[in-house]
């Protein structure tokens, strides 16, 4: 599984890349804000960090509008990914904007069905957001499930994004289920090398280290 980070700040970006970790980045206009940064400044400078693809969303509603910003934010660099929303709107975008050659990351996903309509439109990612989903009460991780299903039944290209990932738990079952990527924020990844089982193993390991009096020189 391919792991994105879900954040637009290039400071942890460049610390979890450094690490060999990421595939890619999200962004979102909403970890644009967090930012503080200009849209156009800040995802270039991620661009330049990571070499997968890296998401921006356009913030237009209606098709026309979508594929001017699309266009705008396609100059950025070539590892752009346009990120249009889960409408007929986008789904339009969508379509004429692979059918260009441009990756495109359809969001706001809570449906199997959606799932299945991006991937007719010819999406490169589905994002459906397992976070918000459990906070309805309902269970996330089913749709990943449903839409692994789905897009294994008809052979679809599409990638299932893992998106609005909360926990650790969210990983590993995006994991077991199968899906393609997973975008996490920079503090869920970090958490992912934590075991308390590995800490006292290696306090232990480092004590009696030290009682041989040894050095590795
Ligand atoms: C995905 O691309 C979105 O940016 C993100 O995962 C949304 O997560 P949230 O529900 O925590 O805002």
């Not at 637009?8 to 804000?33: C, H, Q, R, Y």
């Not at 800040?42 to 997968?52: F, L, M, P, R, S």
């Amino acid at each position: 599984m391919k792991f994105f980070v879900d954040t637009a700040d290039t400071k942890e970006i460049s610390e979890l890349n450094a690490l060999g970790l990421l595939d890619g980045v999200t962004t979102n206009p909403s970890l644009i804000l967090k930012s503080g940064r200009d849209i156009m400044e800040v995802t270039k400078e991620i661009c330049d960090i990571v070499e997968g693809p890296v998401s921006a969303e356009v913030a237009a509603t209606d098709y026309e509008q979508m594929m001017r910003e699309a266009d705008v934010l396609s100059k950025i660099a070539d590892n752009i990914c346009i990120k249009v929303p889960l409408t007929f709107d986008g789904l339009k975008a969508c379509k004429a904007l692979t059918g260009d050659g441009r990756m495109v990351n359809v969001t706001l996903c809570f449906s199997a069905n959606q799932a299945l309509l991006a991937a007719k439109a010819g999406a490169t990612f589905i994002s459906p957001f397992v976070g918000r989903i459990d906070d309805t009460g309902e269970d996330g991780m089913e749709l990943i499930a449903e839409i692994r299903t789905i897009y294994d039944n008809y052979d679809f290209g599409t990638e299932i994004l893992t998106a609005s990932v909360r926990t650790v738990n969210h990983v590993k079952q995006a994991a077991l289920i199968g899906s393609d990527v997973a975008t996490v924020p920079p503090a869920i990844l970090r958490q992912l090398v934590k075991h308390p089982l590995t800490d006292k193993g290696l306090d232990a390991f480092l004590a009696d280290w030290a009682k041989t009096g040894q050095n590795i020189a």
